[in-house]
């Protein structure tokens, strides 16, 4: 939620962009969310009408590769943690994500949702409204992500802070300060050895190519209007550091083009990876 109590447009526009993603783009699908439209509510058909009738424009096509590859390298990443044993799924700043509730994905894995308890109230009244039931394996941990009170909220909601877990931090870097980034790096980093941070961060523009600069420029102005300005842009290079100096050893990055096979590439519609968005893939040292 903004701080006016309106509900976040960003959270908003990831979850059309991902639910349009399976009505206007052809084979093949980069990532399948069928709860993002149910999810949406009320204004659903709306907002996945902007992407069915402009699905070509780069704004809206650069909102649904932004979404689903992010989303698509995370669960990927969160997969194979899974397989090696990591059952504890942390969501810093969940929104409208869907994972806990698709149980093909999410089977096994007990799930944290982190976010303000605002956005949180708003969430749960959408999952309502959409018949979507919330699964035991679901704990939503009200928190505000300034004030050092996460680990413990995450241990009341029944967090193990003795086993490694997973954690995703998507959509969010960019809307804070490099000290604020840091702060939750901190906190990320009491987890237990073993834990894996997946987060995506903006690049600068010296750093941007030309599809990348024209999004920017795009996108840029219309957040800060709506109140979510973008305040934090990391070079691969540079969050390789912070992540290093709060005692996380870096597994590696990947841009739009790296973050899911070479193979999804090869499109007829309008999708195409730019040079802004990048992941990185992080774990805190010691056995698992």
Known sequence: MKHDGQPSQTALMAAAARAAHL?????????????AYRLLGAGAEEMVGYHRSHGGHPVLAGARVSAVTRSRYTEDRLAQGARRGLTQYVVLGAGLDSFAYRPEAAAGIRVFEVDHPATQRWKRDLLAGAGIAVPDTVAFVPADFEDGSLAD???????DPARPAFVSWLGVSMYLTGQAVGRMLDVVAGFAPGSELVLDHLLPEELRDEAGRAYAEAVMAVAAQGGEPWVSFFGPEEMSSLLEEHAFEVIGHASQRDSVEAALWERSDALRPSGLVHLAHARIPGPA
């Open 23 to 35: 009505i206007v783009d052809g084979e093949p699908r980069i990532f399948t969310d069928p709860l």
């Open 153 to 159: 909220r995450l241990a009341a909601g029944g967090f």
